[in-house]
Structures are given as structure tokens and as C-alpha cells.
């Protein structure tokens, strides 16, 4: 069994900060990509970051140069930083990971519950 655990979310001030985690446990061999997801009041779910194995990130526009992405492969551990946040990035947020369970396994998609954020102004 594998499973996800978003933490950190919570409620902060327009212009605040928070640090997401993703956190992976259970039978692992290697995790690969990971993405993190938002769905505000609502909204769809939007794609908010990724991160790959080498650490090579991207972000969404409306989070580029706020959001920054990390990982600690020792942990199983994804972390979403989040600065000068705004209202419209209130939401849950969740991360995907896709995950190889032994060596030369497929890889195979997990997801979190989700931490909820809010930004108030």
C-alpha cells in the first residue's frame, strides 16, 4: 500500500506564507513526478506545479515567482512553498505522485486528500 498526505495548509493573511508537504509512504522504490493541484470555491481543479525526479520544476502562471517547489527524495517528501499568497489561491490543494513500487515496476498514480488553504484579505 502506498499512500499520500498532504500538511501545512491553514488560514494566513493576503500577502503571507505557507509551506506545503506531500509526503509518501508504504512500499516505495522510486517516486517520479509530482504535481500539486488546487480547486477553489467553485472552480475546476487547476494544475498549480510539478516537480520530476531531478528536481526540474514548472509552475502555472498565475504562481510563477510566488510558488517554488522542493523535494527530499531520503524523505518521500514534496514541499510547496508559497509566498506573498493572494485570496484566489485559497482552495484545496493536492498533490499527485507517480510512484514505482519495486524495481522494474510500472509506475502508478497516487493522490492525496488534499490540505485546504485560505487567503484572507
Known amino acids: 500500500q502506498v499512500q499520500l498526505v498532504e500538511s501545512g495548509g491553514g488560514l494566513v493573511q493576503e500577502g503571507g506564507s505557507l509551506r506545503l508537504s506531500c509526503t509518501a509512504s508504504?512500499?516505495?522504490?522510486?517516486?517520479?513526478?509530482v504535481e500539486w493541484y488546487r480547486q477553489g470555491p467553485g472552480n475546476q481543479r487547476e494544475w498549480v506545479a510539478s516537480?520530476?525526479?531531478?528536481?526540474?520544476?514548472n509552475y502555472a502562471d498565475s504562481v510563477k515567482g510566488r510558488f517554488a517547489c522542493s523535494r527530499d527524495n531520503a524523505k518521500n517528501t514534496v514541499y510547496l512553498q508559497m509566498n506573498s499568497l493572494k485570496p484566489e489561491d485559497t482552495g484545496l490543494y493536492s498533490c499527485?505522485?507517480?510512484?514505482?513500487?519495486?524495481?522494474?515496476?510500472?509506475?502508478?498514480?497516487?493522490w492525496g486528500q488534499g490540505t485546504q488553504v485560505t487567503v484572507s484579505s
Open positions: 499527485q505522485a507517480d510512484i514505482r513500487r519495486s524495481v522494474g515496476g510500472r509506475k502508478q498514480t497516487y
Open positions: 508504504g512500499s516505495i522504490f522510486s517516486i517520479n513526478a
Open positions: 516537480i520530476v525526479s531531478g528536481g526540474a520544476t
